[in-house]
């Protein structure tokens, strides 16, 4: 265990490594990633309700959900966005890797006599065939896969598109790590969000700045136990994400500060794309 510790307090990780053990669907972690998106004051999962509506609001009026109306909410987590599409017309199917998130938000839609359809599912395995008029990726999520698997997504999103469907997705820019330095700190809990037993958490930020990726590292150390938690995030210009989309087959593309639809500015730390997948008769 000593010699697992050193090695990884010693080296970043290389490009993309990927975490030790589950993240996103652990049993103990998804508990407080739960309580980070249903908190309305905290942007640690979710952001902040009165932006989700204000967002869900100009999603509606650029997508019209009276003619596009099947709508793929992708990370939907507990369900926040996908209840809301589904009050502002449109017919959701919402799909998250969690199935601790998953089952909230099923439980939730019964509650609410809510008519959305979950799956619990990686969207990398996504295998849907023109069976939506518009798809969500939102709150970044785009940026924490690697360039192969963004390219996997991307197609089958495309796929997945009625024609004239809409993507809409978001990302950081490099404006949201500008004036990061990379650091090192640790801390002791006895019990808490990465673990129900007594742990140190020892966190690394580096930066990648050739590849404008960034990542966030946490070394967990338990009595008999070392895992890595390694969180990537890749911060994309107009002209990246527009080639990407351009490779895969989307057009007509506009871009936006966020998914509210602000105007984007050299100053945004985030960048909204809504792509078309247009119909070429």
Request: charged share 25%.
């Amino acid at each position: 265990m000593n010699k697992i510790l050193l090695h990884y307090l010693s080296e970043r990780p290389a490009l993309y490594a990927p975490s030790t053990s589950k993240f996103w669907d652990d049993e103990h972690i998804s508990k407080g990633m739960l309580e980070a998106h249903l908190d309305p004051d905290w942007e640690a999962a979710t952001r902040k309700l009165d932006f989700v509506q204000r967002s869900v609001n100009w999603i509606a009026n650029v997508s019209n959900p009276l003619k596009r109306t099947q709508l793929l909410d992708l990370g939907c987590g507990p369900g926040i966005y996908a209840e809301l599409f589904a009050e502002a017309g449109f017919r959701v199917t919402g799909i998250d890797l969690s199935p601790r998130s998953i089952n909230y938000a099923r439980e939730s839609a019964v509650q609410k006599n809510t008519n959305i359809f979950y799956q619990c599912q990686n969207y990398l395995t996504l295998n849907y065939c023109e069976e939506f008029d518009v798809i969500t990726l939102i709150y970044c999520d785009f940026g924490v896969l690697s360039k192969e698997e963004r390219k996997i997504l991307l197609s089958k999103i495309y796929r997945a598109l009625k024609p004239n469907g809409l993507l809409l997705l978001d990302a950081f820019t490099a404006k949201e790590y500008e004036k990061k330095a990379e650091t090192k700190s640790w801390s002791y809990d006895s019990s808490g969000y990465w673990s129900e037993n007594p742990y140190a958490c020892l966190y690394s930020f580096y930066r990648y700045d050739d590849y404008s990726t960034f990542v966030d590292q946490y070394i967990i150390v338990e009595k008999d136990t070392v895992n890595r938690y390694i969180i990537w995030n890749h911060a994309f210009s107009i002209a990246e994400m527009q080639t990407d989309l351009n490779d895969t087959g989307f057009q007509r593309t506009a871009f936006y500060e966020n998914v509210a639809g602000d105007d984007y500015t050299d100053s945004s730390t985030t960048l909204c794309a809504l792509a078309h997948k247009i119909h070429l008769s």
